[in-house]
């Protein structure tokens, strides 16, 4: 997870400087099977590395009833930016569960008090686990509040990290309240507002990731320093996205972009005081790094299957 964060914040940073390229993510609509497919590509260039790939992603709601598979697979293509020659095939699934961790690694490590030691979740499904890998990698948390309405699901979570932190289930509020705070909840109505969080709280909001999905009250929103990860893609899918349509909050209330701070072009948590929002909607960027991280892992461990993909 180290090297992963480390990878996502070099992307943040080339993204930010120009050194990336990421068209914008397309759609094919499966009306049929009430699904969808989407392709993500990006290239980015970094002082040590340079990388391409694309995330080829569906989400299909009836998987998990109808056929007994995930509502959302994927599949990355890594290739050779010199020659194009493609070097392998990930599994998109995993690899996207732990570059969202990652970015909400960059983002506490960024903009959470430096004593941060408390971490609370808000949805206790498989993105919350890699929430709170990463965000340990960048604070020394000790207390985890864990909150879903999901009894079992909260459990199966304390029963996983126990032995690493102590660990609880808790109300919304008290999840809330505690110095770095993620949710990751498929929510249209906010569940969170600015009386349940504390004074100095750093909130990843990583569960609105389409229109019309919100987790944060706009009282909230309003009265915290908001980062984003992409301009079209949290003004269209974010979390700011509700309230930005509605006219709560406008382009001056958004502080700016995460890769402004990781370059030095804007301040973090040193120039910012009181509740700080990362609206994170995930960015082909993010898949890139990861990859890259995955890759060169993968030939140096000899991890993997080696086989042709061209046929030459």
């Known amino acids: 997870m180290d090297e992963l964060i480390a990878g996502v914040e070099d992307a943040f940073r080339a993204y930010e400087l120009g050194n990336a390229q990421m068209p914008a993510k397309s759609y094919v609509d499966l ?10 590509p990006a290239y980015l260039e970094t002082e040590d590395w340079d990388a391409a790939a694309i995330k080829w992603v569906n989400v299909h709601p009836d998987n998990p009833e ?11 293509i890594y290739s050779d930016p010199e020659t194009a020659y493609p070097l392998a095939l990930i599994d ?12 909400a690694g960059v983002a506490t490590d960024y903009l959470a008090v430096e004593d941060a030691s408390s971490m609370g979740i808000v949805g206790a499904g498989i993105q919350a686990y890699t929430q709170l890998e990463a965000v340990a990698t960048v604070r020394d948390i000790e207390e985890v509040v864990v909150s879903d309405v999901d009894d079992e699901a909260v459990q199966a979570f304390i029963d996983h990290f126990e032995d690493r932190f102590d660990v609880r289930g808790g109300s919304v509020s008290e999840a809330a309240s505690c110095d770095v705070l ?3 909840t498929p929510v249209r109505e906010p569940i969170v507002s ?35 990860d ?21 382009d001056a209330d958004i502080y700016g972009e995460i890769g402004e701070i990781v370059a030095g072009n804007k301040p973090g948590r040193e120039g910012i005081d009181g509740v700080t929002v990362f609206d994170s909607t995930g960015l082909a960027i993010q898949d890139v790094a990861a990859a890259h991280v995955v890759y060169e892992h993968a030939t140096e461990e000899g991890i993997g299957t080696d086989f042709d993909l061209l046929g030459v």
């Open 31 to 40: 009306r049929k099977y009430n699904g969808d497919f989407r392709s993500m």
């Open 230 to 250: 992409d301009y079209e893609q949290c003004t269209h899918s974010g979390e700011i996205n509700v309230p930005f349509h509605e006219g709560v909050i406008d």
């Open 92 to 103: 998109g699934t995993v690899l996207t569960k732990k570059r969202t961790g990652a970015a």
């Open 66 to 76: 109808k056929f007994d598979l995930p509502t959302v697979m994927g599949t990355v």
């Open 182 to 184: 993620s949710t990751v």
């Open 194 to 228: 600015a009386a349940d969080v504390g004074e100095h709280t750093h909130i990843n909001a990583m569960g609105a990731d389409a229109e019309g999905k919100q987790e944060l009250a706009d009282d909230l929103m309003q009265d915290a320093t908001i980062v984003i």
